[in-house]
C-alpha cells in the first residue's frame, strides 16, 4: 500500500515516472475502483455527494443535505459510477466522523481526529486514521 500526503499533481508525475521505467525495474501499481453503493452503505448518512453531468453546460454537480442519497438523480450517478466523491458520517473505530472519500483517492476528515482513538502514542495520527477508514470501508484487513 502506498500513501501519499501531496497534491495529485505530484502523485500523477509519481506515478508516470514509475510507468516509464525500464522493464526489470518496473513497479506494478493497481488501484482500487471503489464501489460507491457500497460506500453509501456503509456510510451512517451521506451528506454530500458529487458526480459528473451530462446536461448542456454542466460538467458536474454537487448535492448536499442528510439524505442526499435518496435523491434519484444521486442515485442513478451512483449506479452509473459517475460518482467523483462522498462526504458522510463512517463509523470509524467505534466513532462517527464525517469523511471525504474521492474517485481519485483522497480520504479527508472533516470531524476532529479522536483524541481518544488516535492521540495515544501514535506517531503518525492521520495515517492511523486513514487506514483505519480504508478498514472501515473493508478495502482492507
Known amino acids: 500500500m502506498l500513501i ?31 464501489d460507491y453503493e457500497f460506500i453509501d452503505q456503509i456510510f451512517k448518512t451521506a451528506r454530500t455527494i458529487r458526480f459528473k453531468s451530462s446536461d448542456q453546460g454542466v460538467n458536474s454537480k454537487t448535492f448536499s443535505g442528510n439524505e442526499v442519497t435518496i435523491n434519484q438523480e444521486a442515485i442513478k450517478a451512483i449506479k452509473r459510477d459517475n460518482v467523483t466523491s462522498i462526504i458522510g458520517v463512517l463509523d470509524v473505530k467505534g466513532q462517527a466522523c464525517t469523511v471525504s472519500i474521492s474517485k ?15 492521540n495515544t502514542g501514535i506517531d503518525y495520527p492521520l495515517l492511523e486514521f486513514t487506514v483505519e477508514v480504508l478498514k472501515s470501508l473493508n478495502l482492507i484487513n
Request: charged letters at 25%; aromatic letters at 10%; glycine letters at 2%.
Open 4 to 34: 501519499l500526503d501531496t497534491n495529485a499533481t505530484i502523485v500523477k508525475s509519481f506515478f508516470k515516472i514509475l510507468k516509464n521505467l525500464e522493464e526489470d525495474q518496473r513497479i506494478e501499481v493497481k488501484t482500487y475502483k471503489l
Open 104 to 118: 481519485t483517492g483522497s480520504i479527508a476528515c472533516y470531524s476532529s481526529l479522536p483524541k481518544a482513538l488516535f
